[in-house]
């Protein structure tokens, strides 16, 4: 099975901080990626798609980017509503897999 | 709006069933693969079981493979998840995730609100 590897586990930033978290899949994916949020008590929130495409909804502010095996989610200017921990998923196959979680937080 | 509604998690005692049920409101049911995806308390997500829309493909789990049948009523608009021989291990809150395509391994878009199963005597 393809493992996926995010990095942080967690990160402290400030608001306004341009933010960064990577997702590594042990074997190529092509661009079979999606991110995700999930806040406290509640269920995840798609994010991002085929690696690089924004949900509708989503604010402009996050962007994704990747192919192959390493792939980034980036937050351009962390807001406080972005508190969260963040989900990256493969799908090219089954099984599908998540990645560990990176858990943000603001300083 | 879509929406999806989890009922059905309870405690059970390990060895023992139960199904989970997932209402779905707000688009064509039968026109969309659905996923069951779990979390243990505390831990990461989980992919569980996806059925296609007209439940001729299925895939599973090795985890759960045996042992949980995922399956869906399109005129009732709601899928299912019979979980059998159940382990402390199964705990968790499953959540049922619409499938962007009729028959796909993608995204899953929105989630329902989950429902937590504990399984412990």
């Known amino acids: 099975d393809i493992q996926m590897t995010q990095s942080p586990s967690s990160l402290s930033a400030s608001v306004g901080d341009r933010v960064t978290i990577t997702c590594r899949a042990s074997?190529?994916?092509?661009?079979?990626l999606a991110w995700y949020q999930q806040k406290p008590g509640k269920a995840p929130n798609l994010l991002i798609y085929g690696a690089s495409t924004l949900q509708s909804g989503v604010p402009a502010r996050f962007s994704g980017s990747g192919s192959g095996t390493d792939f980034t989610l980036t937050i351009s200017s962390l807001q406080p509503e972005d508190v969260a921990t963040y989900f990256c998923q493969k799908y090219n196959n089954v099984p599908i897999t998540f990645g560990q979680g990176t858990r943000l937080e603001i300083k | 709006e879509v929406q999806l509604l989890e009922s059905g998690g309870t405690l059970v005692q390990p060895g023992g069933s139960l199904r989970l049920s997932c209402a779905a409101t707000?688009?064509?049911?039968?026109?969309?693969?659905m996923s069951w995806v779990r979390q243990a308390p505390g831990k990461g997500l989980e992919w569980v079981a996806t059925l296609s829309s007209g439940s001729g493909t299925v895939y599973y789990a090795d985890s759960v493979k045996g042992r949980f049948t995922i399956s869906r009523d399109n005129s009732a608009n709601t899928l299912y998840l019979q979980m059998n021989s159940l382990r402390a291990e199964d705990t968790a809150v499953y959540y049922c995730a619409k499938d962007p395509y009729q028959i796909s391994v993608d995204w899953f878009d929105p989630w329902g609100q989950g429902t937590l199963v504990t399984v412990s005597s």
């Open positions: 074997q190529g994916i092509s661009n079979y």
């Open positions: 707000g688009f064509t049911f039968g026109k969309y693969a």
